[in-house]
C-alpha cells in the first residue's frame, strides 16, 4: 500500500527465539520497542514516514521495522472526523522511557500536531505502546499502553511486526513485576 510499509532494516521478526520477558533495558536496545502511528489531518502518509525519518535523523531510535498502514474509522471525538492511517513501528533506542515520550511529542509538534478536545483530528499521533516489557506507571507515562490491547487499529499492524508469543507473555505479566526494576519515575 505505500512504499515505506514493511520495510525490514535488520533481520526478521525474532520468530522461533521468543525474546525473553526479563530484561527491559536489553529489549529496548534489541528493538522491542512498539510505538503506534496515527494521522487524520494533511498528507496522512507523509506525515507519518516523515516522523519515523526525524526519529532515525535525530537518533531518537532505530527504526527495525513498520507495518503496512491501514485507514480506520476515528474513535471518540468529534463526528465526521477525516479518517485515520494507523500503523505500528519497531524500534530500538538507547533512551529512557521517558525521554523516548519526550522526543515523541517533540516530533508530533513538529509535524504541526495541536493538542486541544480529546480525541480531537491530528497530522500526527505518536503513542508509545511497549517498552520492551517494562510495567511502568507514572505521572506522564503508562506501559503499556493502557488502552492498546482492546484497539483494533493498533493490534492488527502490531501483529505485523511484534512476535506474538512474547506479546501475550507482556499481556499476562502480573502486575506484581512492576516495581521489581529500579525505575527513575519523574
Ligand atoms: P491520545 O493519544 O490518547 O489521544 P494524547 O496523544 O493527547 O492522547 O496523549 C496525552 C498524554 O498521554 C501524553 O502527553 C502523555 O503524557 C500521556 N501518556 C501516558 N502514557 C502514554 C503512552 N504510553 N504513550 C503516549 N502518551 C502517553
Ligand atoms: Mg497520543
Redesign the pocket.
Known amino acids: 500500500m505505500d512504499h515505506f510499509s514493511n520495510q525490514s532494516k535488520s533481520a526478521a521478526l525474532p520468530g522461533a527465539a521468543t525474546p525473553r520477558l526479563a530484561d527491559w533495558r536489553a529489549n529496548a536496545a534489541d528493538g522491542l520497542v512498539f510505538i503506534a502511528l496515527g494521522s487524520n489531518l494533511g498528507d496522512r502518509a507523509a506525515n507519518i514516514r516523515g516522523a519515523l525519518h526525524e526519529l532515525e535523523r535525530a537518533g531518537v531510535a532505530r527504526l527495525i521495522q513498520c507495518s503496512r498502514l491501514v485507514e480506520t474509522d476515528a474513535v471518540g471525538g468529534p463526528a465526521d472526523q477525516p479518517r485515520y492511517l494507523n500503523g505500528v513501528a519497531r524500534l530500538a533506542t538507547s533512551l529512557d522511557p521517558h525521554e523516548l515520550?519526550i522526543a515523541?511529542?517533540r516530533v508530533e509538534q513538529l509535524f504541526g500536531r495541536v493538542?486541544d478536545e480529546?480525541?480531537a483530528p491530528r497530522t500526527l499521533?505518536l503513542?508509545?505502546?511497549l517498552y520492551g516489557s517494562l510495567r511502568l506507571t507514572s505521572t506522564?507515562?503508562?506501559?503499556p499502553?493502557p488502552?492498546m490491547w482492546d484497539r483494533d487499529f493498533v493490534m492488527t499492524p502490531l501483529a505485523e511486526v511484534c512476535d506474538a508469543a512474547w506479546l501475550e507473555t507482556v499481556r499476562t505479566a502480573a502486575p506484581a513485576r512492576e516495581q521489581k526494576e529500579p525505575v527513575d519515575v519523574r
Open positions: 515520550l515523541l511529542l493538542r480529546r480525541n499521533d503513542d508509545l505502546l506522564r507515562l503508562t506501559l499502553h488502552r
